[in-house]
C-alpha cells in the first residue's frame, strides 16, 4: 500500500524548483530593482490582481533561467478573470527566451479561448540574443493580434521595453507607462551601433517621446498608480465582445436629474472658452471618470465613465484647445477610441463644440483629412448605441465625425437652442467669398437660426435646454439598450479604414 511518505523526495524537489523560480534573479538583482523605486514582476501582479486569484503557469519553464525572464499565469481583476504576463527585469534583463515565448503565446491563446482579458507588464530587453533561430515557433504577436476586438488588451511599460517585448504595447487597446518606463524598437546601445547616435533611453522612448507619438495613451507616476489604471479601466469593460458591460447597482449618482449647473459652464456666447470637462463632471454620473490619452490630440476628449449606471464611452470636443477644431492628432485617437468602444458594446456619447477641421498648412502636412476621414469612417461603422448631442456649434466635416450626419444610425441626436452649424460659420463664408455688408449679416442671422431650421426638418430628434441634458442622454440610452434582446457578438468589421 503506497504511503504519503513516499511522495516526500519528489515534492521536496518540485518545492526547491518553484523556490527557485520565485527567487527570480536572486536576493541582488531583486533588490537592486527595489532600490529604483520598482515593484518586481511578482510583486506587480500581487497589486494588479485581487487577493489571492494569482494562479501561475509554466513555472518551471526556462529551467536554471527563472521562469525563463517571464511570469504569467491567471488570475482576477474586479473579480473577473484574466490572463497576465509580466516581464522579469531581474532575470536576464527580462529577455524573452523559447520558453518564455511559448508562455506569452500560450496565455494570449487562453485569454480568446475562455474570452478573458489579457495584461501584459512589461520591462525586457527583446528577444535574448542566443545565436540561433527559433524557426516556426509560434509567436506570442499571432495570438495577440487574434485577440484583437475578441477581448480587452492592456500592456503597462513599467521599465525600459525594447525590441519584440516593446511591439506588444501597440497591439494592445489600451497602453500605460511609468515614469521609470521606456519604449523602444532597439535600445541606445543598438542605435549607436546601426546609426552612430548617442541617446539616452529618456530621449529616445521615455515618457515624454512615448506620449507625444501616441504609443503610450497614458502615463502613472509609479508602478503602483500604474497597475491601480489597468484595474481602473478594465472595470468598464465586458470581459470579452461576447458580453456586455456590467451595471452598477442604483444609487443616489445613477438617478436622473436636471443639469442647471451646464448654463453657466456653456456660455452661449460661441468665442468664450469653457472646459469640457466640467461638463463632463456634470453629465455623468460621477466627476471620477476615466480619460484615456489626456495628453495626445487634447482638442478632443475621450473618457470612460458611467450614465446611469452604465459604462459608456464619450467623444468631446474640448473647445479650450484650439476652440475645439479637430487637428489629425485628435482624430487618430478619437478613431482608435471609437473602435475599442465599439468592439466591447459600450455605448458613445458624442458631445459636439467645434468649429470644424483645423486648417492651415501645418494640419495638412500633418494629414488632418486622412485622420478625419479614420476617424468619420471608425464612427458610422460601428454598430454600438450612438448618442449625440450638439452643445454650440459643429461645422462642416468636424460635425460629420462627431456623429452629427443625419441617419448615421444614431440612437438619440439633441442640440441646444441657436446651437450653429453648417459647411462653415458665417464669419468663414463671409471672407470666403468676400461678401458685402448687407450679405454678411444675412449669413450671421442664417447662422444663429441653423438650429431651429434644422429641427423643423427632423435634423435633430429635439432642441433640448442644456437643463435637460443628462436627462435627454439617459433617456436615449434606456431606450437603445432594449435592443440587447439576443447574446452579444464580436462586431464584424468591414470598413477599410483610411
Not at 58 to 69: M, P, Q, R, Y
Not at 112 to 139: D, I, N
Not at 421 to 445: I, N, P, Q
Request: aromatic share 6%; glycine share 10%; proline share 6%.
Amino acid at each position: 500500500m503506497a504511503k504519503a511518505s513516499d511522495w516526500d523526495e519528489t515534492l521536496a524537489d518540485l518545492a526547491r524548483r518553484r523556490s527557485h523560480t520565485k527567487a527570480m534573479g536572486g536576493p541582488e538583482r531583486v533588490a537592486k530593482h527595489h532600490a529604483k523605486g520598482e515593484l518586481d514582476a511578482r510583486a506587480r501582479l500581487d497589486r494588479l490582481l485581487d487577493a489571492g486569484s494569482f494562479r501561475e503557469l509554466g513555472t518551471l519553464v526556462g529551467g536554471d533561467i527563472a521562469a525563463d525572464g517571464i511570469v504569467v499565469g491567471s488570475g482576477a481583476v474586479n473579480g473577473t478573470p484574466v490572463m497576465v504576463g509580466a516581464e522579469d527585469f531581474t532575470t536576464l534583463a527580462g529577455s524573452i527566451g523559447p520558453g518564455g515565448n511559448s508562455k506569452r503565446y500560450r496565455i494570449a491563446e487562453l485569454a480568446l479561448r475562455h474570452r478573458v482579458p489579457l495584461v501584459m507588464l512589461l520591462e525586457g530587453a527583446g528577444f535574448r540574443p542566443t545565436g540561433g533561430h527559433y524557426g516556426r515557433t509560434p509567436t506570442d504577436l499571432l495570438a495577440q493580434a487574434n485577440c484583437s476586438g475578441k477581448v480587452p488588451t492592456v500592456a503597462a511599460v513599467l521599465g525600459p521595453s525594447a525590441g519584440h517585448g516593446a511591439l506588444v504595447a501597440p497591439v494592445c487597446d489600451f497602453r500605460i507607462m511609468s515614469r521609470q518606463g521606456a519604449i523602444f524598437t532597439a535600445g541606445p546601445p543598438v542605435v549607436k551601433e546601426s546609426t552612430g547616435e548617442e541617446i539616452t533611453k529618456e530621449d529616445l522612448g521615455g515618457p515624454d517621446v512615448a506620449l507625444s507619438s501616441g504609443v503610450i495613451h497614458n502615463l502613472g507616476e509609479d508602478d503602483e498608480t500604474v497597475l491601480d489604471d489597468v484595474r481602473r479601466y478594465l472595470s468598464y469593460f465586458p470581459p470579452s465582445a461576447w458580453s456586455y458591460p456590467a451595471r452598477l447597482p442604483d444609487d443616489a449618482t445613477t438617478a436622473a436629474r436636471a443639469t442647471p449647473e451646464l448654463l453657466d459652464i456653456v456660455s452661449r456666447d460661441n468665442k468664450r472658452v469653457y472646459d469640457m470637462r466640467n461638463a463632463l463632471d456634470v453629465i455623468l454620473d460621477r466627476p471620477d471618470w476615466f480619460e484615456v490619452q489626456p495628453k495626445f490630440g487634447r482638442a478632443i476628449i475621450c473618457a470612460l465613465g458611467h450614465l446611469g449606471g452604465n459604462p459608456v464611452a464619450v467623444v468631446a470636443n474640448q473647445p479650450r484647445v484650439m476652440a475645439g477644431s479637430i487637428d489629425a492628432d485628435a482624430a487618430d485617437k478619437a478613431a482608435h477610441f471609437i473602435l475599442v468602444a465599439d468592439s466591447f458594446h459600450l455605448p458613445i456619447v458624442f458631445l459636439a463644440d467645434n468649429p470644424g477641421m483645423l486648417p492651415g498648412s501645418r494640419s495638412e502636412r500633418a494629414g488632418v483629412l486622412r485622420a478625419g476621414g479614420r476617424m468619420f469612417a471608425a464612427q458610422t461603422a460601428a454598430t454600438t448605441l450612438k448618442l449625440h448631442v450638439t452643445l454650440r456649434k459643429a461645422y462642416g466635416f468636424g460635425s460629420m465625425v462627431m456623429s452629427l450626419l443625419g441617419f448615421d444610425n444614431q440612437g438619440a441626436t439633441y442640440a441646444y437652442p441657436g446651437a450653429t452649424m453648417g459647411a462653415m460659420s458665417a464669419a468663414a463664408l463671409t471672407r470666403a467669398t468676400h461678401a458685402e455688408e448687407d450679405v454678411s449679416a444675412k449669413l450671421r442671422d442664417a447662422e444663429l437660426q441653423a438650429s431651429y431650421r434644422s429641427a423643423e426638418h427632423l435634423g435633430f430628434d429635439e432642441l433640448i435646454d442644456p437643463r435637460e441634458t443628462r436627462d435627454a442622454l439617459l433617456a436615449g440610452l434606456h431606450r437603445g439598450l432594449h435592443a440587447r434582446q439576443a447574446a452579444a457578438e464580436p462586431v464584424s468589421r468591414t470598413v477599410i479604414l483610411p
